[in-house]
């Protein structure tokens, strides 16, 4: 039974607005799920008959971007299986919306492939680990995210050369952590589920109890790393002092300072439209935050290339100073429109894309950036755009898969895990899902199944994109 079919009968708790239900009660309705979606059936995957052409989806989502980046798009999913998964969060929404769900409903990342998470800065400066990309986010089922993250795995296991073995038993650590997380939740008073995280102690003690000497060392470098990639450290790489003035320098394809962007008069008017996005998204800010920023003068904005899903998207970092030439703010504003689960998981209750990601990183994440925001604007085409605005580094650290052996990964998968179940357990039924997966490992085998399906599909894909780029049918660029 499909999302939608459940949709109607599945009883609704206090956890997603219903009427207030005793514990026992919502594990009963989580353990009756699994008549209409048994366990062993999210194992069972084949696509659907009438599947959308996968070249079909990602020109799509072209046609609405800028269009000179989006070679660069295609360049960067053409280069392995894993990176064409990871711009293809819109083709797999597709697919999943056919598989067996339990009708429980959480709020999802909708992409939370293994890159998705990691090191973050929160507001009280301590390390966390989380999840990092909420452009999809968007109420829907909890099963969603955790297969996206299972096959993220497999398609890095691969490419690592792991064997079916080592792949099942990363796979198997991923979903287990999350099953077993969800447990411990449930038996958990609500506000500690609220304030429970992933910090650098738990960090440090998981790899003094789970790695070699030199995986423990690679813990404590991405630490002390992470700590480094923060506005100073941008503000280094990224900028100049040109006449005097700061300003951001060029990176060919990557990085074009809004001076070198477009003729004078067009140029202006974006640059009154992003300083009008900065100005005006305080108002989504809390009081003192916002006070806060309006400490700040902007003195230089430019177009970035973000990601690998993203690319296309209008995405600005912004260049603000404080005190003064040495008290750099470094803002980024990114485009959101709809989450590409809108199709088949219903659309947000919220009126604009940025207001939406804002919503779910919010609700998902133990800690946010103290800067993340939200406004709209007129673009020069006389479109309304929507961005999300927060920091562009903040104390972050991202996973190197390729580096990774086995035992590291499987350490990281059971991480990711835990750190998933969390940010479900904040939103959704904790107890009915706990319930539903119960004690046994057969969600956990079933999620092994599907998730080599679908790496293999994904290959399919990925080589579709291949072809499409050798026959013509689309360009694509290194970069």
Not at 240 to 265: W, Y
């Amino acid at each position: 039974m499909t999302m939608r079919d459940m949709s109607a009968t599945a009883a609704p708790t206090a956890a997603d607005g219903g009427p207030r239900l005793s514990p026992k009660d919502r594990a009963v309705n989580g353990r009756a799920a699994r008549a209409a979606a048994p366990r062993t059936s999210h194992g069972d995957f084949e696509p659907s008959s009438d599947r959308a052409d996968p070249m079909d989806v990602i020109e799509r989502q072209s046609a609405t971007r800028l269009q000179e980046l989006v070679p660069i798009r295609y360049g960067r999913m053409a280069e392995s299986p894993f990176r064409f998964y990871r711009g293809a969060a819109a083709i797999m929404a597709g697919d999943l919306a056919g598989t067996p769900d339990s009708g429980i409903r959480v709020q999802l990342c909708g992409d939370a492939h293994m890159l998705n998470f990691r090191l973050l800065g929160s507001p009280e400066r301590n390390l966390l680990f989380d999840i990092n990309d909420f452009d999809e986010t968007l109420p829907g089922p909890w099963e969603w995210d955790v297969k996206r993250l299972a096959t993220s795995l497999v398609i890095a296991g691969r490419e690592n050369g792991f064997s079916d073995g080592e792949r099942a038993t990363i796979v198997t650590s991923a979903v287990r952590g999350y099953r077993e997380q969800m447990r411990a939740f449930a038996e958990m008073r609500t506000l500690d589920v609220w304030y429970a995280r992933v910090d650098e102690t738990h960090l440090q003690a998981l790899a003094e109890g789970s790695l070699h000497t030199r995986g423990r060392k690679n813990v404590s470098e991405a630490l002390s790393k992470a700590r480094g990639r923060d506005s100073l450290q941008a503000f280094e790489k990224l900028t100049e002092v040109v006449d005097g003035r700061r300003r951001f320098v060029a990176v060919p394809q990557l990085i074009t300072p809004a001076s070198e962007l477009l003729p004078g008069h067009e140029r202006d008017s974006v640059e009154d439209q992003i300083r009008d996005v900065v100005g005006r998204y305080g108002d989504s800010l809390q009081s003192d935050r916002r006070h806060l920023l309006h400490q700040y003068s902007i003195v230089d904005m430019a177009r970035k290339v973000v990601g690998v899903g993203s690319v296309g998207t209008r995405c600005w970092i912004v260049l603000l100073l404080g005190r003064d030439g040495e008290d750099p703010l470094i803002l980024q504003a990114k485009e959101a429109g709809d989450s590409v689960l809108a199709a088949y998981a219903g659309p947000s209750e919220y009126a604009t894309g940025g207001e939406r990601v804002v919503a779910g990183q919010r609700l998902m994440q133990a800690a946010s950036d103290i800067f993340l925001g939200w406004q709209q604007t007129h673009g020069l085409d006389g479109l309304e755009r929507s961005f999300y605005v927060r920091q562009l580094r903040d104390w972050k650290g991202i996973a190197e898969p390729a580096r990774m052996v086995p035992r590291g990964m499987r350490v990281f998968a059971g991480l990711c895990g835990v750190t998933l179940a969390r940010a479900h357990a904040r939103s959704g039924d904790r107890i009915a899902i706990a319930a539903y997966l119960g004690r046994s490992g057969a969600f956990d085998q079933a999620l092994v199944r599907f998730a080599e399906s679908y790496a293999d599909l994904n290959e399919r894909d990925h080589q579709r994109l291949v072809d499409a780029i050798a026959s013509g049918r689309v360009t694509a660029v290194a970069a």
